[in-house]
């Protein structure tokens, strides 16, 4: 059994967050150290810990994720000029909360994808 972090306890509402979706099967809150004017996180309800665990079963937690961000993205009013989705994963791609997360980053020009 994985071990559950701090966003498991925001899916549940027993620690804040800004909560701008959730449904049966996601999460979406305000990444509390945003990157960009728009950062938000789309969690799956259930603890999946890294895309390395995803598996057929979890499909549609995590098709509903990009969804969801689509959704959101049009909400937040940055669909048009477009915005950047990212999934970290383990080390080497900085991933710091082993609880599978989107990130929905955009409202300014994002630059190169990867930081040398
Ligand atoms: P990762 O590096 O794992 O892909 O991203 C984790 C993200 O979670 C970071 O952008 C970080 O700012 C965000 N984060 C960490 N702790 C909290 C928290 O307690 N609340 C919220 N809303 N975001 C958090």
């Given at each position: 059994?994985?071990?559950?972090t ?54 549609a ?56």
């Open positions: 059994m994985a071990e559950e701090l966003f498991s306890k925001i899916i549940r509402r027993e620690i804040p967050a800004d909560i701008v979706y959730q449904d049966e099967l996601v999460t979406a809150f305000r990444d509390i150290a945003p990157k960009a004017p728009t950062h938000i996180l789309i969690v799956p309800n259930i603890l999946i810990p890294t895309a390395n665990d995803a598996v057929a079963g979890h499909e937690a995590l098709g509903r994720m990009i969804t969801v961000a689509a959704k959101i993205a049009k909400e937040e009013g940055i669909a048009e000029d477009g915005y950047r989705l990212i999934i970290n994963c383990n080390q080497h791609g900085g991933q710091e909360v082993y609880h599978i997360h989107l990130h929905l980053v955009g409202g300014r020009p994002l630059g190169p994808m990867i930081a040398h």
